[in-house]
């Protein structure tokens, strides 16, 4: 077969033998594949720095018939995983988003959208946390997060009921808007119901199973991190770490996949973390 040429993004990287490697990439043209690469561990492999776990990189690539390995053959960095300050949250983040990436994607089956998606994402990992550039951690892996499950055909129902097809439509938000109480189940008027992956109304929610209680707040702010085209999420990211959240995507993975995914746990932390900061930060900035 002849060989084929793209950027990839490397997800996993496996010792096989004294000299080789079997590389797990995420390409932009052919999806996710699992290669060998033969004398990638020797000290001066042609494959040096390109290789490295969320290293982005020019491959070149023979495809092998189904189930057997395909062949690198040859890898360029184009682009180191450096988060800022070798933060340890980001680089969490990152490692999370292999992980999630792996385990949710099929061999060969091309993704270019989400390929764009997690090159972008591991670039917002890595920009620095300035006064005036701050994107939390966590909102960051939310952004992520939503639209890679649209982009799999797992979108969640943010606009209608699933019960009545009612229209769910709260006010605006507005910028200054406090972010607390996003999950307050007996002020809230609306269910996320996870049977159904979407929203549901007070009328329509019993006999649904799990339901996590949910502002009109919280649905209007899951939008936004859910439609590609909004981009208020970069400038509004404390809504971001918010656990009820955290809480919903960890039951959308779980449920798709039947079993915790590894970092789930670490992530949690971060975003508890991230949360409390920005808790402290507001009550500061009232009493000041
Ligand atoms: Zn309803």
């Not at 061999?107 to 005036?132: G, I, K, M, S």
């Not at 949910?214 to 702010?221: D, L, M, P, T, Y």
């Amino acid at each position: 077969m002849s060989s084929e040429k793209s950027l990839a993004i490397v997800l996993r990287v496996v010792d096989f033998s004294e000299s080789s490697a079997v590389i797990t990439l995420l390409t932009q043209s052919a999806g996710k594949i699992s290669a060998m690469a033969k004398g990638a561990r020797r000290p001066k492999s042609a494959f040096f720095g390109a290789i490295d776990t969320l290293s982005l990189s020019q491959v070149i690539f023979i495809p092998r018939r189904a189930g057997s390995l395909d062949l690198l053959t040859e890898a360029k960095l184009v682009r180191r995983f450096r988060p800022c300050q070798w933060s340890l949250a980001r680089l969490y983040a990152g490692y999370y988003l292999a992980e999630l990436l792996d385990d949710f994607t099929e061999p060969h089956e091309p993704l270019p959208e989400l390929f764009a998606l997690a090159v972008q994402t591991l670039h917002d990992l890595q920009t620095p946390e300035t006064d005036f550039a701050y994107q939390s951690v966590s909102a960051i892996l939310l952004r992520y997060e939503m639209r890679m499950l649209q982009l799999l055909g797992h979108g969640l129902g943010l606009t209608h009921c699933a019960g009545c097809d009612a229209p769910l439509i709260p006010a605006t938000l507005a910028v200054t808007d406090p972010v607390d109480h996003l999950s307050n189940r007996r002020m809230g008027k609306l269910f996320f119901s996870l049977a159904d992956t979407s929203l549901v109304c007070r009328d329509c929610c019993r006999g649904r199973g799990s339901l996590i209680g949910f502002s009109e707040r919280a649905a209007q702010i899951l939008r936004i991190f859910q439609d590609p085209h909004d981009q208020a999420w970069r400038t509004h990211t404390p809504w971001g770490s918010h656990p009820v959240f955290r809480d919903l995507l960890d039951q959308q993975w779980l449920g798709l996949l039947n079993r915790p995914l590894r970092l789930t746990p670490a992530i949690r932390q971060l975003t508890k973390k991230e949360h409390q900061r920005q808790s402290a930060a507001r009550t500061k900035a009232v009493r000041d």
